[in-house]
T-cell receptor, first 116, second 111 residues
Framework: ETGVTQTPRHLVMGMTNKKSLKCEQH?????MYWYKQSAKKPLELMFV???????ENNSVPSRFSPECPNSSHLFLHLHTLQPEDSALYLC???????????????FGPGTRLTVL | RKEVEQDPGPFNVPEGATVAFNCTYS??????FFWYRQDCRKEPKLLMS???SGNEDGRFTAQLNRASQYISLLIRDSKLSDSATYLC????????????FGSGTRLLVRP
């Protein structure tokens, strides 16, 4: 199994729908992340979890709701999204938060989301 | 000023060429530096971490200049498979895990 997996790989949803993105890491890491990559823009950090505890919410609207039930799984629950939320959503993991070392993060393949 | 700035390119080079990318960062408190590679419509993949003394991995050499706040990546003997976007990544000075990604430099290696 590859290091970080994400499902679904593609998602089209209407503005009134509720959907969830799933991420699973098989690397034994303790930290997990959600990033957003919009067209022609750099990656933006959304949420950070360390040992299932959220340590960062980077001013993300409440229509995005993360959940981390254990250190291997991370979800992003979506509801009442806007067309401008269409983007590639990437999950990443790292050994820890890298307080005393480089925080090398490893990414999943992403979910390409289109909001109609 | 952007926190991490890169020349978007594209750099169009023939196979076998040597190509260099630079990146500047604005926060002097940043402590960790990386180059990631991203293929079209794929996820970023860690290419190499960049250490103060500079480091080399095969055809790739990365350098860090803290005084001038820039990072470089040198690719020797370019291969067609090196065609990708190269992302310069720096941690936000107040946090080891908040990574700031540049917009990337696109490299096209032609036969």
């Amino acid at each position: 199994e590859t290091g970080v997996t994400q499902t679904p790989r593609h998602l089209v949803m209407g503005m009134t729908n509720k959907k969830s993105l799933k991420c699973e890491q098989h690397l034994g890491h303790n930290a997990m992340y959600w990033y957003k990559q919009s067209a022609k823009k750099p990656l933006e950090l959304m949420f950070v979890y360390s040992l299932e505890e959220r340590v960062e919410n980077n001013s993300v609207p409440s229509r995005f709701s993360p959940e981390c039930p254990n250190s291997s799984h991370l979800f992003l629950h979506l509801h009442t999204l806007q067309p401008e939320d269409s983007a590639l959503y990437l999950c990443a993991s790292s050994q820890d938060l890298g307080v005393r070392s480089y925080n090398e993060q490893f990414f999943g393949p992403g979910t390409r989301l289109t909001v109609l | 000023r952007k926190e991490v700035e890169q020349d978007p390119g594209p750099f169009n080079v023939p196979e076998g060429a040597t190509v260099a990318f630079n990146c500047t960062y604005s926060n002097s408190a940043s402590q960790s530096f990386f180059w990631y590679r991203q293929d079209c419509r794929k996820e970023p993949k860690l290419l190499m971490s960049v250490y103060s003394s500079g480091n080399e991995d095969g055809r790739f050499t990365a350098q860090l200049n803290r005084a001038s706040q820039y990072i470089s990546l040198l690719i020797r003997d370019s291969k067609l498979s090196d065609s990708a976007t190269y992302l310069c990544v720096v941690n936000r000075g107040d946090s080891s895990y908040k990574l700031i990604f540049g917009s990337g430099t696109r490299l096209l290696v032609r036969p």
